[in-house]
């Protein structure tokens, strides 16, 4: 199996977690620190299709090498690979996960309230916060990118 392919089976199994914590164990238990497990699943899920894009795009000799740094390997996506797909539409979505996540990670207080997830940082000055609804706009956003990717990898794979 190459790299690719296991990449993107972990975004689809880290995606099919989020989706069901998303409709089916939250509604049952309405714990709303589940948004963050969610959000984590989520991102990782666009991880990992992200990397498994590049990987292919270098198996096929169109990059010649993956950054290791996270802006850099968006503005590859963004400049050569999303434009070729016509997939620019998920820049956004990766950008937003990753603000979410790197949030969290730097967040000094978070608390709950009316059904939104907040987390502050700097001083209260940046925030962020996420609510089920705005999970559920992600995951069909994910879902759609998910499918662009299969469909790439599965045209290009069958055409060689």
């Given at each position: 199996?190459?790299?690719f392919e296991q990449l993107v089976k972990e975004a689809r199994k880290a995606f099919d977690t989020a989706d069901h914590l998303t409709y089916v164990t939250y509604p049952l238990i309405k714990e709303s620190k589940l948004m963050i497990t969610i959000t984590?699943?989520?991102?990782?899920?666009?991880?990992?299709?992200?990397?498994?894009?590049?990987?292919?795009?270098?198996?096929?000799?169109?990059?010649?090498?993956?950054?290791?740094?996270?802006?850099?390997?968006?503005?590859m996506l963004k400049q050569s690979i999303f434009p070729r797909y016509k997939m620019q539409e998920y820049s956004q979505l990766i950008m937003d996960l990753r603000e979410i996540v790197e949030t969290r990670k730097?967040?000094?207080?978070?608390?709950?309230?009316?059904d939104r997830y907040f987390m502050y940082t700097d001083g209260y000055r940046r925030s962020s916060s996420v609510s089920i609804d705005g999970l559920k706009g992600y995951l069909a956003k994910t879902r759609g990118f998910?499918?662009?990717?299969?469909?790439?990898?599965?045209?290009?794979?069958?055409?060689?």
């Open positions: 199996m190459e790299a984590e699943h989520i991102h990782h899920s666009v991880m990992n299709a992200m990397q498994a894009l590049l990987e292919y795009e270098r198996m096929y000799k169109r990059i010649s090498y993956i950054p290791n740094d996270f802006m850099s390997r968006m503005d730097k967040s000094s207080m978070e608390f709950v309230r009316r998910l499918e662009n990717i299969g469909k790439v990898i599965g045209e290009n794979e069958r055409a060689t």
